[in-house]
């Protein structure tokens, strides 16, 4: 059977920092100037990369995993600010759509949806993000999974948080969760027909406290979340997709 390859997508250098140390014959490969290491992870072909920051940053990443090193799935870790209601610090939300709050082409297009794909939302693939979710629960982490929504924009005020949900809820969009990159990447998986999971464990409330929060979270808690949570990942991989 060929092997086939799985993109790890990290949104920070901390959280990719566990795997690299893992990684079994890791090889470097530089494209569009960023890094991307090959290797074997628990007997699963991988490429880890950075996603960068930002909606066009992270496109990029995911485009060249897709053009360059043939990647057939990919999966995302991050962080968000939490915005459902019970969504706490320390939650981990596992995405299944993604929408771009920042995405207003009125009056030509309704507010929210994507020119010319006639859509709002894109779908996260349902059977990677079950398996996503079984590494969220088997490391004992509270898991919310439903719409996340992203933007080129550091959520950073209670009251810009607040307008934010209230006209995306005017269009029906309820996120758990906001982030920079998700929705941009699971709009290029869905261009080129590659399954895409997302998970972003919450480093703040995207309130007048964010600012603070997000670093302490990033140094302190992120890392050891993601690894914890890829590893079994990559572990369920090989049931669910055998090299
Ligand atoms: N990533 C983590 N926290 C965030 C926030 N408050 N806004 C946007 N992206 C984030």
Redo the contacts with the bound molecule.
Sequence with gaps: MTPRTTAILSALAEEQQGLLERLQQPRRVTRAGRDFWLGDLHGQPVVLALSRIGKVAAATTATTLIEAFGVQRLVFTG???GVGPDVRVGDVVVASEFVQHDMDASPIFPRYQIPLYDRERFACDVDLSALLSGAVRAGGYTLHQGLIASGD????AAEESRLLQEALAAAGHAPLA???EGAAVAQVCFDYGIPFAAMRTI??R?DDT?HVD?PKFVTEVASRYALAIIEEFVRGLNTMHPT
């Design positions: 962080v968000a600010g924009r550091f959520v950073s906001v982030e920079m480093s703040d995207a964010a997000f």
